[in-house]
């Protein structure tokens, strides 16, 4: 196995030593513009704690970090995000159908535990809201499988249109 | 043919066509029928809401139907499945499923029937923490319309009781159980963006043999990042030891922290024992094929692709004595 200290680190991971930044995508333009950028937004909202050692200066993080072999952490995923005070952007909107459902939903779920947030109305609900909200968030992971520049972009990440750009 | 089962709390089943063949799991795919357990709901979305239960809720779903079918499969029996629609709440027209090699049920209830979980050859449980589930919700749902930190508490907190009543006492009949956790590399850590990740293997499971670190049976911590390896904050830590679970005697083998780099990858990889590969770096293999999917860089890619190589090992191995028992037969 090679040193691996002999060769430069590739510089993927600024979230790992800087907590308080996210990085997510932002592709709010046209599916047309080939220009696709992941913008680093240093969030100051609310932090509950700053884990000690972190680097939080916003020098500290590379400017444009080349994807590395590894391909770690391009994508929103699971773990990505902060639990709190983040408004994550979806890079693929939900489809207008099921995010009008999901948002009607929540209205009712909140009328249905007006009165008793403990019955069984109350339950399936707010059931309805977590089978729609999962629905949504299936129905943009399809949405952008179909996307020509996400599909492309997964098989050739190292081209300049695939290039992801902090800030 | 034998099935597995995952139990899947947080995300719904995944749909990708007809039949649903996952692409998540490329080592088994070509031989692999999903079917999604929420096909078997007895109630639709407006029966349920009538008379005030949950998906989650026993009543809502016909475990004889699902029992039927599971054993037709499992019989090589061809069934017309009913399809559960997510989006309308509805029962759509029902689709054929073939009996396939190997056949997953993934779902809310996979464990929950005395009989159908007789039928499973191998169970999975995926065990979310609450911390960890409700940062993957806001995670998921926060830039949805209508929602909030408080609505996503709200639902949350709604299905819980349900959830305790019903779905988690399912983990005790898992032959593995996967645990999400939150880090303990980082102090107070409330980010929930790097997790512990714990694989549970039950013992004395046929076909089934636990992945262990250095010593099998002993008590290990290990951390891997060192005069060897250099690792970057907050770093990676495993551990590997015999425990109970639900009064089983189980393996559990943990990993804190994620991988950055390839390097880092590999010398995991070729200290653990056990793990069923064809080829020296096939784990790595794999969680490079998926470094695109979400987790793939942590404990919850490298324990699903070690169990990944576990089920084809298992499939292998009814395969191979399936095939001796006939010969048998056939000299008798």
């Known amino acids: ?167 | 043919m034998w099935e597995e089962h995952i139990h899947e709390e947080t995300y719904q089943c995944f749909r990708r066509g007809k039949g649903g063949n996952p692409d998540s799991n490329t080592l088994i795919s070509d031989t692999t029928t999903v079917i999604c357990l929420d096909d078997y709901h007895s109630l639709d979305r407006t029966g349920r809401k009538e008379k005030g239960v949950t998906a989650l809720d026993p009543r809502a779903n016909d475990f004889d139907l699902m029992y039927e079918q599971v054993k037709a499969l499992k019989d090589g029996v061809a069934v017309e499945k009913p399809i559960y629609n997510h989006v309308s709440g509805l029962l759509d027209p029902p689709e054929l499923i073939k009996p396939p090699k190997i056949l997953v049920i993934e779902g809310l209830h996979p464990m929950f029937d005395s009989r159908v979980r007789d039928l499973l050859d191998f169970s999975i449980y995926l065990d979310i923490s609450n911390e960890v589930k409700f940062a993957w919700k806001i995670q998921r749902d926060m830039a949805e319309r209508g929602h909030s930190l408080e609505s996503i508490k709200a639902s949350i907190e709604a299905r819980k009781p349900d959830f305790d009543a019903y779905i988690d006492p399912q983990k005790q009949y898992a032959d593995a159980v996967i645990e999400v956790l939150p880090t303990q590399l980082i102090p107070d850590d409330n980010e929930g963006k790097v997790l512990r990740v714990k694989l549970i293997m039950k013992e004395g499971v046929k076909y089934f043999s636990p992945v262990y670190l250095f010593d099998e049976g002993s008590t290990i911590s290990w951390i891997p990042c060192g005069r060897k390896l250099t690792c970057s904050y907050p770093g990676i830590k495993f551990a590997y030891g015999p425990d109970s679970y639900y009064s089983n005697e189980v393996s559990v083998l943990e990993m804190d922290g994620q991988f950055d780099r390839l390097d880092e990858l590999i010398y995991v990889e070729s200290h653990l024992s056990n793990i069923s590969t064809k080829f020296y770096g096939e784990v790595t293999q794999q969680m490079l094929k998926h470094a695109d999917f979400p987790g793939s860089n942590n404990g919850t890619g490298l324990f699903q692709t070690i169990v990944g190589l576990k089920i084809r090992d298992l499939y292998e191995q009814i395969v191979a004595e399936r095939a001796a028992s006939t010969v048998e037969a056939a000299k008798v």
């Not at chain 1, 907590?19 to 220009?35: A, C, R």
Request: glycine residues 6%; neutral net charge; aromatic residues 4%.
């Open chain 1, 1 to 167: 196995m090679s040193d691996p200290r002999r060769s430069p680190a590739p510089s993927k991971t600024p979230p790992s030593i800087a907590p308080s930044f996210i990085f997510f995508k932002l592709n709010n333009k046209t599916k047309n513009q080939v220009e696709k950028k992941a913008m680093a937004a240093a969030l100051s909202g609310v932090s509950l704690s700053t884990p000690r050692g972190v680097i939080s200066s916003k020098s500290e993080i590379p400017k444009a970090p080349k994807r590395s072999l590894v391909s770690w952490n391009t994508k929103i995923g699971y773990g990505a995000g902060r639990m709190v005070a983040v408004q994550p952007v979806h890079s693929t909107p939900t489809p207008s159908g099921i995010s009008g459902k999901v948002e009607e939903s929540i209205e009712k779920a909140k009328e249905a535990c007006a009165g008793d947030n403990e019955s069984g109305e109350c339950a399936a609900a707010w059931d309805e809201v977590e089978e729609l909200s999962a629905a949504a968030s299936h129905a943009r992971d399809k949405a952008k499988d179909s996307d020509p520049l996400e599909a492309y972009c997964k098989d050739n990440p190292e081209t300049d249109e695939c290039r992801t750009y902090e800030d």
